[in-house]
Nanobody
Framework: VQLVESGGGSVQAGGSLKLSCVAS????????MGWFRQPPGQAIDGIAA???????AYVASVEGRFIASQDKARNTLWLQMDNLKPEDTGLYTC??????????????WGHGTQVTVS
């Protein structure tokens, strides 16, 4: 499985960006997908994920500002980011876990897309 992110960039505080993550080579493996963020000099952390039932969950710092969504084929994951803040700056990476694992084991990763908010 390959994951490719796109949509990052530089924006001013209060602006918006929409990230995309496309999964290929899934061989009909059903995937749960999520977004992870690594701020400069900090560890990577999960910020949004969609479970096997299609429900999205968020960390508190992005709740109400970010919306994660996934297409019915579960091959594309988006992250709509509104009202961006400087602390949202970081490398945003898409991860995927097989539904068969209970969506617990993120074993597939993209290379990330950089978001910079000034």
């Amino acid at each position: 499985v390959q994951l490719v992110e796109s949509g990052g960039g530089s924006v001013q505080a209060g602006g918006s960006l929409k990230l995309s993550c496309v999964a290929s080579g899934t061989n009909n493996t059903r995937l749960c997908m999520g977004w992870f963020r690594q701020p400069p000099g900090q560890a990577i952390d999960g910020i949004a994920a969609i479970d096997a039932a299609g429900r999205a969950a968020y960390v508190a710092s992005v709740e109400g500002r970010f919306i994660a969504s996934q297409d019915k084929a579960r091959n594309t994951l988006w992250l709509q980011m509104d009202n961006l803040k400087p602390e949202d700056t970081g490398l945003y990476t898409c991860g995927a876990a097989p539904v068969s694992s209970g969506c617990q084991s993120y074993v597939y990763w993209g290379h990330g897309t950089q978001v910079t908010v000034s």
